[in-house]
């Protein structure tokens, strides 16, 4: 594949997982309104809290095997089935996985109950999250399995329908029927059940009961390392609910989760570019003078598309909060610079860490990941008790930007690549200053009308200072990707 075939092909596959990625989110962020409006903000905090400890059990399901599939899934010969080897005993892994947390976990329902609400009032809760972690996790490695073949057309597929279902279960369920918290997690369970079918049965040419103990084996020595990797990864953004409900309440927890998913556009571009990205990667790691040269372009691209895209949803930052949740939630609003920053370091690794997966030393991404943690347990401690929810935040970007760091030098010992930090910096450097002044202007007591245009201005300004601040080989790649993203738009839409 040449260079002006891979960029083809990162354009073309951020554009479809993209289109995907804002599929299967749009119905959270659709139902977001409804659930916010049908529940109390004591009650919507609740299910937050939940599903910070509930996702510590959801890794244990497959123990992070998918890092293993992805990383192998290349080199298995199809003809001779031993992809098809890989596939069956990777899923059969995380099937039985599933089952036994499950099994597992649900006793310890009322006691979780007691130590994180002081009562056992939301054990029924805790059981089902714990019941819906288990279609959720099966659905995501289906899901990983499609963009390994390339399948982006059944991935949108399946995307929509999940999301119609699932937007049909909350109306049902959250808003007609009232079933509360309950219902969420009723939602969860039969949307990602009617996915995993679905994705399973489009790659149902690799699935059998065949399970390969020499295949299994060189994905458990590459992927188990990696999972207190995965644990302590999830902790950097669980612990600063956990923190924040034990000193302030459900309702803080509640204001704090609503900006996060107000964050949902930088949300799914991040994800969608390292949808796109990852997979190449791992193809590309032969190719070493290739990588090097690629790699710097691509994290000043991401670096640039990112924090861009961050500004521009601070332009209508109060408009957005207020078309998802009532007046109350608006507190939030500070949070949301931020937040958008804190997702260029939680993705920017997939960019920034070829080195670990070259030389097959994963455990330093647990090491770092353990030092990022330690970081934010910290943070939080200083800052939590004294600043509430704005300390929550600043203790999870500290996190973060600790693991992206760490990472990053870690990735150079043993695959040097020649980064231009120089242009991450300022274009970092850029957005604090221009957000900030953002912030100010969506709590000045100017009248909307002009606060927005204000906003709005700032947003220009931004985006030519940081197009400047590229240099010019990044410019033409920026306008090369973007004329070739949207020839793939345009050539959806004509066999649409």
Do not use: H
């Not at 989110?25 to 977001?32: K, N, S």
């Not at 991935?155 to 509360?180: D, H, K, W």
């Not at 400047?468 to 066999?495: E, N, P, W, Y």
């Amino acid at each position: 594949m040449t260079q002006k075939d891979s960029s083809s092909s990162i354009a073309r596959n951020v554009v479809l997982y993209g289109i995907g990625g804002v599929l299967s989110q749009a119905a959270g962020l659709i139902t977001l309104p409804m659930m916010v409006r049908s529940l109390t903000s004591q009650a919507y905090g609740t299910i937050e809290v939940i599903a910070s400890v509930t996702g510590y059990f959801s890794l244990l399901i497959g123990l992070n095997t998918i890092s293993g599939l992805y990383r192998f899934f290349y080199e298995a010969d199809e003809a001779s089935g031993e992809r098809r080897k890989i596939v069956s005993s990777v899923m059969i892994f995380v099937f039985l996985c599933g089952l036994t947390i499950a099994a597992a976990a649900i006793p310890l329902s009322p006691s979780l109950s007691i130590r994180l609400f002081g009562s056992a009032d939301n054990a029924g809760l805790i059981r089902l999250a714990f019941l819906s972690t288990i279609p959720v996790s099966i659905y995501i490695y289906a899901m990983g399995l499609l963009r390994l073949q390339n399948k982006a057309v059944p991935y949108i597929l399946i995307s929509i329908l999940v999301s119609v279902v699932y937007m049909s279960a909350i109306v049902l369920l959250v808003g007609i029927y009232r079933f509360g918290a309950a219902g969420y997690y009723q939602a969860q369970f039969l949307a990602n059940a009617v996915g995993t079918v679905l994705a399973l049965f489009f790659s149902r040419r690799y699935l059998g009961l065949t399970f390969s103990v020499r295949w299994f084996r060189r994905i458990a020595v590459y992927s188990f390392p990696l999972v207190p990797g995965a644990v302590l990864a999830w902790s950097l953004s669980a612990n600063n609910r956990l923190v924040l409900n034990a000193a302030a309440g459900e309702v803080q927890v509640a204001y704090y989760g609503l900006a996060n998913k107000a964050a949902i556009v930088i949300t799914l571009a991040t994800q969608a570019f390292c949808n796109a990205w990852e997979p190449m990667m791992y193809a590309m790691l032969r190719e070493e003078e290739r990588l090097r040269l690629t790699l710097p372009k691509i994290l000043n691209l991401f670096t640039f598309g990112t924090l861009l895209i961050a500004m521009i949803m601070m332009t209508g930052a109060r408009e957005i909060f207020l078309i998802l949740a009532p007046p109350e939630y608006l507190v939030g609003v500070g949070l949301l610079a931020v937040i958008q920053l804190r997702w260029l370091f939680t993705m920017g690794v997939y960019v920034i860490d070829p080195g670990t997966a070259k030389s097959g030393k994963t455990y330093w991404v647990t090491v770092m990941l353990g030092l990022a943690v330690a970081v934010n347990l910290t943070a939080n401690a200083a800052l939590v008790p004294r600043m509430g929810m704005n300390g929550a935040v600043l203790a999870e970007l500290s996190g973060y930007a600790a693991a992206m760091i760490g990472r990053w030098i870690v990735s150079n010992r043993f695959f040097r690549v020649g980064w231009d930090i120089r242009f991450f910096l300022i274009a970092v450097g850029l957005y604090g200053a221009f957000s900030a002044v953002q912030t100010r202007l969506v709590f000045s007591p100017l009248p909307p009308a002009p606060a927005f245009l204000l906003r709005f201005g700032m947003t220009v300004l931004f985006a030519a200072a940081l197009w400047l601040a590229q240099g010019a080989g990044c410019r033409t790649v920026c306008i090369d990707l973007a004329k070739k993203g949207f020839k793939s738009v345009r050539s959806l839409v004509r066999r649409a």
